[in-house]
């Protein structure tokens, strides 16, 4: 089992022991408006279909965010005997880029959200955190780390650089001279510049690390090599202007993996990196919910075409089905991380178990927007009344089971509402390319993109 696989397992296992008492929780709201839940409309254009989508999938992030700190739940049922209070801060990070989406388009106002925003900036201030690094869950009513498994109770880089491709796109979009939107960019700054990527380089190596913990240290020992979902990590630490790391960091670490290059073909697409199929979509959503792929390439891949084949190859596995399948289809498709029948699991077409989960075709909307729309027409129309939620869509489904799932999991639902915001106006890879600190990474690295200015 290679390592980047190794936290889905341990997060399998967790689900395993207490998903049978999960149960709903319905606690407070931080918002100052609700968002009108809506049951299935019929017959509506696939522009209105996205606004619906969008906008329903939206009230995760603010009738259910967290009383206190506004933060993100991590998921809309029980945590592992936590209880409702534990939040998440990489589905934070999409979260705050969802509600980007939703003020641009006037589902909330600018000044409410700009002062979600501060109350948020200004909880993260006081929470706990490890060299300016955050560890991936914390109690949303005090900062306190909340740990991720036995060792992991301390800071997680990947989930921080989530947390902060959301927060430089809010510093990037809130830019009025209210007294509220010049106080959230400053601490977004002050944040920002805190963060010591290049101590996470465990004593000069070339290769950046994944946790650190002031009680377990590096045992952990996650270096983080692609290709995955991580490449946002070496962005940002590459980005930073007072902690920086060197490009050696990115070519000698981040690339160096025996599953970083493939170059074979499967359903005759070619796959120029990454595990064999390509492994579970969210790889090719995570990082490039801020990163434009559009012309963004290095020595080693096209990342527009990386993610345009992964979710082909994904795609194309599904309409075969090999292992019979209920449900399977051109219109029904997506193999990613995911809620399922026995708790959770890393799907892909190398790992498949019959789950489909809707977040894997709707946030590759960008990609494959035409098998996108048939699938989320299919998952609206056809499995509404089973699969459609006060949240928009619930987090998996398994026919062949007749399971569907009754949760929803902050990771999941954010990318649905900015990958399709993307693919409509390419709103927050405007925001996020534009910076001039990204833009500067991106070239250290070596990067071609249109965005960069010469």
Request: some cysteine; proline content about 4%.
């Amino acid at each position: 089992m290679n390592w980047v696989m190794n936290k889905f397992i341990i997060v399998a296992f967790l689900f395993l022991s207490t998903a049978a008492c999960a149960q709903t929780t319905k606690q407070g709201s931080s918002s100052t408006q609700g968002i009108p839940v809506l049951g299935i409309v019929k017959n509506l254009s696939d522009s209105a279909l996205l606004d619906v989508v969008q906008k329903q999938t939206f009230r995760y992030f603010w009738d259910f965010a967290h009383p206190v700190s506004g933060m993100a739940r991590e998921r809309s049922n029980a945590d592992f005997n936590y209880g409702p209070e534990v939040v998440t801060t990489g589905g934070t990070g999409f979260g705050i880029m969802a509600i980007i989406v939703a003020t641009e388009r006037g589902w909330i106002s600018r000044d409410t959200a700009a002062k979600h925003l501060l109350k948020m900036v200004k909880f993260l201030f006081k929470a706990n955190s490890y060299h300016g690094v955050f560890p991936h869950w914390m109690d949303g009513a005090t900062g306190k780390t909340i740990p991720f498994s036995r060792k992991d109770d301390g800071a997680d880089l990947v989930e921080t650089a989530y947390l902060f491709q959301g927060l430089l796109c809010a510093r990037e979009y809130f830019n009025g001279n209210s007294r509220t939107e010049i106080d959230f960019r400053n601490r977004v700054g002050w944040m920002w510049n805190d963060i010591e990527w290049n101590w996470f380089t465990r004593d000069g190596q070339e290769v950046l690390y994944w946790h650190w913990s002031p009680n377990n240290g590096w045992t952990m020992n996650f270096p983080i090599r692609g290709f995955n979902e991580c490449l946002i990590t070496y962005i940002l630490a590459s980005a930073s202007e007072r902690f920086p790391v060197t490009s050696a960091v990115y070519h000698r670490g981040w690339t160096q993996s025996n599953f970083f290059k493939n170059g074979k073909s499967f359903y005759n697409i070619t796959l120029p990196l990454g595990f064999d199929y390509g492994g579970p979509l969210f790889f090719s959503h995570y990082s490039f919910l801020g990163l434009d792929p559009h012309g963004l390439k290095d020595r080693y891949a096209d990342y527009w075409q990386q993610n345009t084949n992964h979710t082909l190859i994904n795609h194309a596995y599904c309409v075969d089905n090999p292992k019979k399948f209920k449900g399977y289809a051109d219109n029904c498709w997506g193999l990613t991380a995911c809620d399922t029948y026995n708790g959770y699991n890393a799907y892909s077409p190398t790992n498949d178990e019959g789950t489909i989960a809707p977040t894997a075709a709707l946030s590759a909307f960008p990609y494959t927007p035409e098998l996108s729309m048939k699938a989320l027409r299919h998952f609206y129309y056809d499995l509404g009344d089973k699969i459609w939620s006060e949240y928009g869509f619930v987090d998996a489904f398994n026919e062949s089971r007749n399971w569907y799932a009754k949760s929803h999991l902050a990771i999941d639902q954010g990318p649905i509402i900015v990958m399709i915001e993307n693919y409509r106006s390419g709103l927050l890879w405007k925001l996020f390319m534009g910076i001039p600190e990204i833009q500067n990474g991106l070239k250290k690295f070596g990067f071609e993109s249109p965005w960069l200015k010469k």
